[in-house]
């Protein structure tokens, strides 16, 4: 089953086969909305802490609603492990496989050698918004996941079907509000979600991507070396997926002096 907004592609996926003692964590099951047309309320999960706690407080609450999740392939890997973590512990959540042109959101970047823009901000519309817009039955309300300290963030909207709620912050719960929330109902809080190859992200978190997932890294500075090679051919400066050349921003202050870091495995 796909649905399709221009070139954007989804592809729903069935939660994981279950035993015959599995009971969905829903007030409302796949399918059944809250007023019979099918499901009119929706939570926008990224798999992180507000989305958690987002799901779980409006369970607490009675809400009916189908919680979301948009795999674009581009996610760390332990927010899709904790997603199906959640989906084996009964809480059901749709997985959406988006896709552009068939291809997932880093080897659509590797074939028009271009990166996510922090100005732009064409993957999350191209990957998220438009994918989650073509599966949403309008007219429909989606829950978003800012908390009581995103007061900058929250924009009351209604547009093209489409009316965005932010209970968290409503309720006044804040980061630490969701932490507590998480841990009452006995899960693990998640790890940070996001993109592996996001420009948003600091050097840190770029330094245990190298550190980390070695694979990850090699294909990260694959994509970059991509799009200097384009610009290149273009007669145009080189453009960096974070300011600087990736090994320039994780090594400027460091040494590996013991050889301590994983080599790559990814065979690119």
């Known amino acids: 089953m796909s649905f399709g907004w221009g070139h954007v592609e989804v592809h729903p996926q069935p939660p994981q086969s279950r035993g015959g003692n599995y009971r969905p964590k829903l007030a409302c099951p796949s399918g059944a909305g809250a007023n019979g047309r099918g499901n009119d309320r929706y939570l926008s999960s990224g798999g992180g802490v507000n989305s958690t706690a987002l799901m779980l407080y409006l369970i607490d609450q009675g809400e009916q609603?189908?919680?979301?999740?948009?795999?674009?392939?581009?996610?760390?890997?332990?927010?899709?492990?904790?997603?199906?973590?959640?989906?084996t512990r009964g809480y059901q959540i749709t997985v959406l496989e988006t896709r552009e042109e068939g291809l997932p959101l880093y080897e659509y970047c590797c074939k028009y050698r271009m990166c996510p823009s922090i100005w732009q901000r064409w993957c999350t519309d191209r990957f998220k918004v438009r994918p989650l817009r073509a599966y949403f039955q309008l007219p429909a309300t989606v829950y978003i996941g800012f908390d009581a300290g995103e007061e900058r963030r929250i924009k009351p909207l209604t547009t093209d079907g489409l009316t965005y709620e932010y209970p968290l912050f409503e309720a006044g719960i804040d980061r630490q509000g969701c932490v507590d929330l998480i841990e009452a109902h006995g899960l693990p809080i998640p790890p940070k979600s996001g993109c592996y190859f996001c420009p948003f992200q600091r050097v840190g978190e770029w330094r245990q991507l190298r550190d980390k997932y070695p694979d990850l890294w090699c294909k990260t500075k694959k994509m970059e070396a991509l799009i200097i090679a384009k610009r290149e051919e273009q007669g145009k400066p080189p453009f960096y997926i974070n300011k600087k050349p990736l090994d320039q921003v994780v090594n400027e202050g460091q040494d590996d002096m013991f050889g301590w870091r994983k080599p790559c495995n990814c065979g690119l």
Do not use: C, N, R, W
């Open 65 to 87: 609603f189908e919680s979301v999740y948009a795999d674009h392939g581009g996610d760390y890997p332990e927010t899709l492990e904790y997603i199906k973590m959640l989906q």
